[in-house]
Structures are given as C-alpha cells and as structure tokens.
C-alpha cells in the first residue's frame, strides 16, 4: 500500500485483537467513510466499543482517536474521486444551512491557519522573495488561480516576474529553462495535488534555486522540495477543497512583502495611479449617479 496510513495497518495486522481487526478492515474498505465517523460510530459500525476504537488508534501509535481521524482525512483528501467527494460533503452537510455551513468551515480553516503558520517561516520566505532575482509563481489547476492572484500583485511590485503557464508541459519547462541559484519559485498545491507540480519542482531544485511551497500539510507531495514551508489549512467543502485560508495566507504574503518594501511600492504605486487615471482603467465615483432615495 503506497499511503503510510494504510501501511501501517496492514503492517500490524496479524498482532491486533479480533475487535482491532474488525476496525482495520473497516477503514481499509471504507476510509471515506470512516474519516468523518465518531469513535462511537465506527464502534457501533463495526460491533465493538467506542473504547476499542480509541484502543485501537493508541495501538497504532496515534495519542487518540481524533488523531487517527485527521490522519484519514488527510488521506482521502489525496486519494477520493470527484464523485466520492461529492458523496462525503452530502454526508457532512446534510440538511444543514448550505451556507452557513461552509462559511463557518472557512472561518475555522482561516483561525487554524493563523495558530498554526510557522512566523519565521513567512519571515525567512519573504525575505527570500525581496533577494531573489526573478520570481517564478506555479500552480496548476485549481491552484492555478491562487498563483495567478499572487502574480498579478507581484507585477506591481517586481521587475521580473513569471506566472508560469501550465497549459502545457513542454512550454512549461521552456519558460523556467533559464531558472537558477538566484531565482527563487513560489509553488501553490493542494489536493488533489498535481503530477505537474512535482515534475517542476524537481527540475527547479535541481538547478538550484530556492522554492516556498504554499499547501496543506507538511506530508504534502510539494513539501520535500521547499526551501520555506507556508502551510495553509484546506478541508473539504464539496467536490473541491476550500481555498480561502490559502488566499488569506497568500494576502498575508502580498502585504508582508509590500511592507518590507514601502518606499519603492509607493512610488511604483503613484506612477500606476497616475496611468490608470489617465488611461481611465477605472471607474471614477463621481461617474456613478445618485441613486434614490
């Protein structure tokens, strides 16, 4: 078995009590399910007692019960189908206020991220951004509109920026053929996490330059390659991953670096003032008619 998770289980088959066994062998078979399942529901599941279950979680080496349940949700979020995952969000949300449901969600993946974001890693990322040379942005798929949000900022700010075009995998790696040491790349990936993804990181590490990976989780497939860990809480909402507290951490990551270079961003930011006004790339409030009282 390829996930650690599931290795694990199977590793320690043979020595587990026949009520143990029941439960590996639920989850084996059913770990969508299982993921968002109580102790006393898996135990009710499966015939056995809800302390067997935690019994069961401290057998395999996990503290207790709601550690080995985060340890299943981390691995369906890699391994479930488009329509498993629409399956398992009908399961959490139910009859449930749609929306209230899923804001809240975010609310706590935002509050989450924010307890849990290593600050010495933002600070050594954004200074790592402010030396580098160029920046290199990827994402692919739906990460791709996280990174194309970060560069559009970043243009602002920087001389040489490159959102990379992921369309295809050959001109993928044209545009990052001239990448090295004094580059760095900030990655984007979250589940389902991208081959693509990989396959790029790899070449940029091997020519050296630095890489920030912005996703989910330490045990992400994009983690080993980082220079800078940014991780970012992302759980389920349907049959996509909820990308707000990503974009919370990607904004923290815009105004970090703005920040740290206020004199130059000003003075970039009165020149842009002056051509959109000129230019008219916006609406002015005093276009807009009064509305009626």
Not at 25 to 49: C, H, P, R
Not at 89 to 95: F, K
Not at 131 to 138: G, T
Not at 198 to 225: C, H, M, Q, Y
Request: aromatic content about 8%.
């Amino acid at each position: 078995m390829s996930d650690p998770l599931l290795a694990t289980i199977d590793e320690n088959l043979k020595r587990l009590s026949k009520g143990h066994k029941k439960i590996a062998a639920y989850i084996e078979e059913n770990y969508d399910k299982a993921a968002f399942m109580t102790a006393a529901a898996l135990g009710q599941k499966v015939g056995v007692s809800e302390s067997t279950v935690v019994r069961f979680a401290t057998e395999l080496g996990f503290k207790g019960y709601p550690e080995l349940q985060k340890e299943l949700q981390q691995l369906i979020k890699s391994k479930l189908t488009a329509v498993q995952r629409m399956e398992v969000s009908e399961n959490l949300i139910g009859d449930s206020d749609i929306i209230t449901s899923v804001l809240n969600g975010d609310i706590e993946l935002i509050r989450a991220t924010a307890e849990k974001t290593s600050r010495e890693a933002f600070k050594n990322a954004v200074s790592e951004i402010n030396r580098a040379k160029r920046i290199y942005i990827l994402g692919v798929r739906s990460s791709a509109a996280l990174a194309s949000f970060l560069a559009f900022y970043f243009n602002l700010v920087f001389d040489a920026v490159t959102l990379i075009d992921t369309a295809s995998a050959s001109e993928m790696f044209e545009q990052m053929f001239r990448i090295d040491e004094k580059d760095v790349c900030i990655a984007i990936s979250f589940p389902r996490y991208s081959k693509q993804t990989v396959n790029a990181l790899r070449f940029i590490a091997d020519r050296g330059a630095k890489i920030i990976a912005i996703t989910d989780t330490e045990k992400s497939p994009i983690a080993s390659f980082a220079n800078h860990l940014l991780v970012a809480r992302s759980d389920m909402a349907s049959v996509v991953d909820s990308l707000t507290a990503p974009l919370s951490l990607i904004n923290a990551l815009i105004a970090g670096v703005t920040l740290s270079r206020r004199n130059e961003v000003y003075e970039n930011f009165n020149k842009l003032e002056h051509i959109w006004d000129v230019y008219q790339v916006y609406e002015k409030a005093e276009d807009f008619p009064e509305h009626a009282e």
